[in-house]
């Protein structure tokens, strides 16, 4: 196998990886605010970090991979301004702010399982961290925290390069953060934020800063150290966490264990730090405050199997900017379509070893691959060289491909065909007459009565559905 090597925003190059512990995996991901339904952009990320784990499960590391859930505590601008975003929604929607955050949550839990993402070793919910993260606070506000009337505020100039992650002297990081009056310094951060005077929050705790609740940066500096303990190898996230949440969490992490400098990436809290690219898209909807965003579910109700949005996002490099588009939708659906139906061949076969002359070189190129920074664009290709090889032992290519398969999360073994046809939610029309209709329309054009055909057709076209004529792949019908 190949040496695995990741790419580090904190140092921005390549590192080979070399576990904390022997053996060994700790990862934690940063993840949803469930105070709205996530984005598809949103579980680009997720997307990631599953293809992270699996790889280094592939690689024969026991894996520990933490994704928590915040419940409470983050702004609507990200740094300290603005209304908890949980607070605010239950106020809009007139509910309490903890059937908010479960009926979020289990939607989220949804999309998960609709792509295709193992379940981490553990989900740490925010709120029942608490009495934790008010623990880690007393262990550092002596330091490097000072009270002011809204709360207990870290400073930044108590630690060794802060923003080193953001670049933030070079990139302008520290330019979303908004002033608070009072902060010494203007990237200064909530720890504790204090309820104010004449308010009730639905979520609030007695501390020794008053009542109030904590700070988004807190809630995972307490549970990452808290569940893998620090150093751990690996923290992800989108890479808009990498301009303030990250080195908020890194300052935390450094004064809660009594680091130095981070020309010692250890220093940080986790070895490494991964982050994934946007997913854009020209109309603006990747947004939650346009109003109308663009959810795993729309796509579902358009007729997408959800893993054709996998496939669309495993086709780019985590690392790069990937652009949404139906169209683009359409063409990972029809590539996953052909790689299923050459995996359909090897359906009745038992797997064998995963050794083959012939295919030993495409089995190397996909560890190549995922081992230079999990490039999935790469590791795809030589999945269907594998299942396009003649002359192949079929019990060791079924091997291979379910190996290759195990990392990408496709599910090549776990679908038939008629799973990726395009189902349109809108369509009032059931799939049993829709294949009635087209075996019809089948049958006139076999006789040449083009009228009976194109009326047949126009028939399914009044009803939302469009005929896809002269497709090799058989797509019968979608959405019009």
């Known amino acids: 196998m190949h040496t695995l090597t990741l790419f580090n925003s904190l140092t921005r190059q390549l590192e080979p990886f070399q576990p904390v512990h022997d053996g060994e995996a700790r990862v934690y991901t940063c993840g ?8 598809i952009g949103n579980m680009r990320a997720y997307v990631f970090a599953d293809v992270l784990g699996r790889t280094l499960s592939y690689k024969g590391y026991k894996l520990t991979h933490v994704i928590n859930i915040t419940d409470v505590g983050h702004l609507t601008d990200d740094a300290d301004a603005g209304e908890d975003k949980m607070e605010k929604m239950a106020a809009e929607r007139a509910q309490s ?17 609709a792509l295709n993402i ?13 009495p934790q993260m008010i623990d880690f606070a007393k262990s550092i506000a002596d330091k490097h925290c000072y009270e002011l009337d809204s709360g207990l505020y870290f400073d930044v100039s108590t630690v060794a390069d802060y923003g080193r992650l953001a670049r933030a002297v070079t990139e302008e990081g520290e330019s979303r953060i908004e002033t608070v009056e009072g902060k010494r310094n203007a990237a200064d951060f909530a720890i504790w934020r204090k309820t104010p005077p004449g308010e009730k929050r639905q979520m609030e705790w007695d501390s020794p800063w008053g009542k109030g609740a904590p700070g988004w940066h807190l809630e995972c500096s307490v549970m990452s150290g808290d569940l893998l303990g620090f150093p751990f190898d690996i923290h992800t996230g989108g890479i808009d966490h990498r301009e303030i949440h990250h080195p908020n969490e890194i300052a935390q992490n450094q004064a809660f264990c009594c680091t130095n400098g ?7 809290g986790a070895r490494v730090w991964m982050h994934n690219n946007f997913l854009v898209e020209r109309s603006g909807k990747m947004s939650k405050s346009s109003g109308e965003f663009l959810r795993l579910q729309l796509l579902i109700d358009k007729g997408y199997h959800p893993l054709a949005y996998r496939m ?14 139906w169209e683009g939708l359409g063409a990972a659906l029809t590539r996953l379509k ?3 139906m050459a995996a359909e061949r090897l359906a009745d076969v038992e ?9 030993a070189p495409m089995l190397d190129a996909f560890d190549k691959a995922m081992s230079e920074d999990l490039n999935t664009p790469v590791a795809l290709t030589a999945l269907e060289d594998v299942l396009s090889a003649k002359k192949v032992d079929p019990s060791a290519k079924r091997a291979v491909v379910e190996l290759m398969d195990g990392v990408l999360g496709l599910r090549l073994f776990d679908m038939a065909r008629a799973d990726l046809r395009i189902r349109p939610k809108a369509a009032e029309i059931s799939e049993s007459e829709i294949e009635d209709v087209l075996a019809r329309r089948k049958q006139a054009r076999a006789d040449k009565d083009f009228a009976a055909s194109d009326a047949l057709r126009d028939e399914l076209a009044a009803r939302g559905i469009e005929v896809m004529d002269g497709d090799p792949l058989g797509w019968e019908w979608k959405l019009g």
């Not at 702010?97 to 399982?113: G, N, Q, S």
């Not at 981070?262 to 940080?268: G, K, Q, T, V, Y």
Request: aromatic share 14%.
């Open 351 to 359: 797997a064998g070893e995963a050794r083959h002359q012939k295919l």
């Open 338 to 340: 052909r790689m299923l």
């Open 312 to 325: 669309m996002c495993l086709q780019a490099h985590y690392r790069s900017e990937l652009e949404f588009s």
């Open 262 to 268: 981070l020309d010692l990436p250890a220093n940080s």
């Open 118 to 130: 193992r379940e981490p070793a553990k989900w740490s919910i925010a709120t029942d961290y608490v």
């Open 32 to 39: 949803p605010t469930v105070y709205n339904y996530p984005h």
């Open 97 to 113: 702010i903890w059937d908010i955050a479960r009926h979020y949550t289990e939607a989220y839990w949804a999309d998960i399982k």
